[in-house]
């Protein structure tokens, strides 16, 4: 076994960041994904920039997959679904709730289909409770699970409350997803039955922010007060500003400040004297410096100085691959990022053109003759 999901087959009609984010997962680990898409492409396929018949978003989201436009509003194309169904594993839609309902596809239909499938339901608020059918997207979970509030208590608790960047709200609950897809597949190999998924950015947002929340349950007080409150437990650590540029540095109150006291020459070090001091480094020689003293230090870099890290080449952290849709032919992105020894998660290919793959799944995996696949093209239910 090269890869460990490589006997895992997903059927995916997710969109947007949260469902993708999921699914390309389970493909990096080697899950055979088919990305079902209307006929007219998906919701993000055209979002700009644009290059060919998809966007940047589409085309990092995407990787890994097979393409297939199918009408779910046509019987035949649902027949297709169903048949598909019947030899996958995995189920995976980020839509409202009640809309798979709506189209008849449902767990409790897809089930009857096929009992051991694993149908993952992906949504803000989930399949139940007051909220649940309100739409969503990232931002409304983070703001929701507090966490755009503690955000902006990092700068200023009496200013504004700040947003995350590149969907947090997304990414981490299609993580936490793709994690329990991974052990519903567990469960089923020890007892033959798949089941249904719950996934929403409400809980896992919340469950993220599990510390401050436990912290405020104790003590009453928000993260913010504590700070304020036991400035010493919190160290020299922060943002902080060199002659030409920014560092973030971690230091711990105890050994860490202890180090940097006999760094700096001075008995006694606190937070202006420390500030002060690295005012007058420069930024990528301060983190030599206070690496070599082991102390956690890293440069504030933005997207360029990531691509070009030293570290990150030599762990070889990120691959080119192929994609003519691309202004030179290929795509750089960071490639799966957990090293495992035996079965290591990889990204191989381009997310795919609009359908690009209608007649090699029809032919091969479900026995269509190219006189029925040209019908169904007539009919309009695939591209």
Known sequence: MDKILEDIRVVDLTHVWFGPWCTRILAMLGAEVIK??????????YRPPLYGDAGSWFMCLNTDKKGMSLNLKNEKAKKIFFELVEKSDVVVNNFMPGTMKKLGIAYDEVSKVNPRIVYANLSGFGLTGPYSRRPSFAPIGEAYASYTRLNGDLVDPEGPPLPTTDAFGDLVPGTWAALCIIAALRYRDKTGVGQAIDVTQIE????MISVSMNNYVLTGELPWKLRDKFPAAMGLGG?????????????????????????MGVEEVDREKFKEWVSTKKRDELVELLSKNDLPVAPINHIP???KDPHLKARNAFVEIEDPRSPTGKLVLPDFPVKLSKTPGKLIKRAPMLGEHNDEVLTTLLDYSKEEIDQLRNEKAIR
Not at 38 to 43: A, K, V
Not at 246 to 254: C, E, N
């Open 36 to 45: 079902i898409e209307p006929p007219w492409g998906g919701f993000i396929r």
């Open 204 to 207: 896992v947002c919340t469950h």
């Open 239 to 263: 943002i902080m500003k060199t002659s030409d540029g920014y560092v973030r540095i971690a230091a711990p109150a105890g050994a860490h400040t202890d180090r940097l006291a006999k760094l």
């Open 305 to 307: 100085d990531t691509l």
